[in-house]
């Protein structure tokens, strides 16, 4: 039942912290997942340890040599041939929740890094099996969005999650966004809790969840909201929040001004309290 992940990228320092704390570190530990990274340069044969070269027929950056990328799959093909191949690319098809749990079926992947302008065009004929985009802009490398799917995915296998929280009832799977969440104080400088929630009447309280679930998907998301199979009695709390006072979503609202952080300087700080 436990996966593997092997991922090959010119960075493996990027991935010891991000995946070894909380959630996944304790999946780590409980052997639900293993995760592995693989130095494409030590794949190298020649003096310099060259990964890159420039483009055959010109232009801008550099692209990465086949040969240390092969060897690199080949090392880890020689143990489990039927190790399933990932390449992380914009060119990829976008990676959303139902890709997520259908890899999370596989026992075994191979995340593949690109940096530079991209890999040689024989790496993705010759071994890769499925290219995947986490979203429409540039990055500098493929190590976050190989992390952004291992988060992803490990989410699926059993024992990741509490045992009170399953990854199918997350949103997305019915297509409806959550509803917004409050803990104590009640009151935080004069903006309070709805009282339903304090009211113990737990129909309310569910009755009240899925309207503002409804509320905040047709408000930020009407796209999901028409693939969502919508009772008759969401149809009606639906009109509702339709018909409603003007609504309140400031968060949805972009940055106010003058609340970003003072431009930061070089290194990362971590603000002492
Ligand atoms: N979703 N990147 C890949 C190298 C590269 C450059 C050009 C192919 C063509 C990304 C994303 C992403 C940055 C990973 C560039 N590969 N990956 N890398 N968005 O931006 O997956």
Not at 51 to 71: L, T
Request: proline share 6%; charged share 25%.
């Amino acid at each position: 039942m436990r996966m593997r992940f092997d991922i090959l990228t010119l960075f493996p320092n990027m991935f010891f912290s991000p995946l070894q704390e909380s959630i996944l570190g304790k999946a780590i530990e409980k052997g639900l997942i293993q995760i592995q990274t693989v130095n494409i340069r030590h794949f190298t044969l020649d003096k310099h340890r060259v990964v890159d070269d420039i483009p055959y027929g010109g232009g801008q950056g550099m692209v990465m040599k086949v040969e240390p990328i092969a060897r690199a799959i080949e090392s880890i093909k020689v143990e489990n041939p039927s190790v399933w191949t990932v390449y992380l690319t914009p060119q990829g098809k976008p990676f959303h929740q139902d890709l997520a749990r259908r890899l999370s079926t596989q026992p075994h992947l191979i995340l593949l890094c690109g940096r530079y302008e991209g890999v040689d065009e024989r790496v993705r004929e010759l071994f890769i099996d499925e290219e995947i985009s986490i979203g429409d802009y540039v990055l500098t490398g493929g190590e976050l969005p190989a992390m952004v799917l291992i988060d992803a995915v490990s989410r699926f296998i059993p024992g990741v999650l509490g045992s009170d929280h399953s990854a199918e009832e997350d949103s997305f799977f019915n297509f409806l966004l959550e509803y917004p969440q409050f803990t104590r104080p009640f009151d935080f400088k004069g903006n309070c809790v709805p009282e339903v929630l304090l009211s113990g009447n737990h129909s309310a309280i569910s009755l009240w969840r899925r309207r503002e679930a409804l509320r905040r998907t047709s408000l930020r998301r009407p796209d999901l909201l028409a693939k969502a199979n919508l009772s008759e009695e969401d149809k009606r709390l639906l009109g509702e929040v339709l018909q409603g006072k003007s609504i309140d979503d400031r968060a949805y609202l972009p940055d106010r001004q003058g609340m970003r952080p003072p431009a930061g300087q070089a290194g990362i700080k971590d603000k002492k309290k």
